[in-house]
């Protein structure tokens, strides 16, 4: 079970961390990642980790400005979100897959419930 939290009502050009735990029977490696689905567009990829931590992979939309990291002893990921843009704004999702060697972009295995980000202008 994955569980987000940290969303919320943000001004243009500033800052949230989303953080995301793992509960629950987890494989022994994961990969863990974020997406996001606003109201107008299909979900999509935002940021992914692998289980050490040393590859990541962001969305061109959010390079430079958004940074996944995890800490694997509290089973969470975390996206700290800078410069935040109108466009930021949808849901956002954490995800696992049962493989931690990449930073994939797809294929996740269990989803969250997701947590609201708003960017007003």
């Known amino acids: 079970q994955l569980q987000a939290s940290g969303g919320g009502l943000v001004q243009a050009g500033g800052s949230l961390t989303l953080a995301c735990v793992a509960s629950?029977?987890?494989?022994?490696?994961?990969?863990m990642a974020w997406f996001r689905q606003s109201s107008a567009n299909e979900r999509e990829f935002v940021a992914a980790?692998?289980?050490?931590?040393?590859?990541?992979n962001y969305a061109d939309s959010v390079k430079g400005r958004f940074t996944i990291s995890r800490t694997n002893a509290k089973k969470t990921v975390y996206l700290q979100m800078n410069s935040l843009k109108p466009e930021d704004t949808a849901v956002y999702y954490c995800a696992l897959k049962y493989s931690g060697q990449l930073a994939y972009t797809s294929g996740y295995n269990s989803w969250g419930q997701g947590t609201q980000v708003t960017v007003s202008s």
């Open positions: 629950g029977r987890t494989s022994s490696s994961y990969a």
């Open positions: 980790i692998n289980w050490s931590g040393g590859l990541t």
